[in-house]
């Protein structure tokens, strides 16, 4: 998606677009105090944005989108409402997060990455029952650990060698791994398994391992 303004710009002309839409008359005010800045700062951007052709502004009136203006703050609104959307809805964050998240990566998307999470988001909302079972797993996932729903050297066969991916637990648990020189990134396979352990070649070295420490040990 080409820029044609800056950043802050965007932020400005989403403002007024959003006011606009709620019945509201966009102001200096009330785009200063909806972006937490100083009037100062909005009359300039406000400037800025009249000379670029997207807005006109009035001395103390109000300000009103151009054609021009209209078509590049639908467009920047669009990004925004779609990745809240997404936020909200299928990573289940509260607004307030998504709102905060929205405003700084809508700025950063390409036209391939917009499209792909736009129809992402359609193609769940026009079938129920995987877009609700995505809100439940995501719901799930971030009430355990997330060990339990991936793969963990325990389950590893003999002989299969894998990729530890990261290491579960809470911080003395990932100390305890990482003094075995066990870290993410690094090559692994199973030589020998029974009930309490596990014999494992790390980089040509063997290693014994409990399967309690093994289950925190995420791999692919």
Known sequence: MKKNISESLENYLRVVYIL??????????EISKMLEVRDASTVEAIKKLEKLGYVTHEKYGYIDLTDKGLSEAERVYRKYITLVDFFV????LSKEEAYKLACGVEHHMTENFFVSLESLLIFLKRNP???????????????????????????????????????????????KIFKMGIYPGMSVSVKEKNENSL?????????????E????????
Do not use: C, W
């Open 20 to 29: 606009h839409i709620d019945g509201k008359i966009p102001r200096i005010k």
């Open 89 to 92: 809805n299928m990573l289940n």
């Open 129 to 175: 029952i995987e877009y609700k079972k995505l809100q439940d797993f995501t719901k799930k996932y971030k009430s355990q650990l997330p060990h339990i729903f991936r793969t963990t050297l325990d389950e590893i066969e003999i002989e299969e060698e894998v990729e530890i991916l990261d290491i579960s637990g809470d911080q003395d648990m990932k100390e």
């Open 199 to 211: 014999e494992i070649n790390l980089n040509s070295k063997l290693l014994i391992i409990s399967i």
């Open 213 to 220: 420490d093994a289950k925190m040990i995420i791999v692919e």
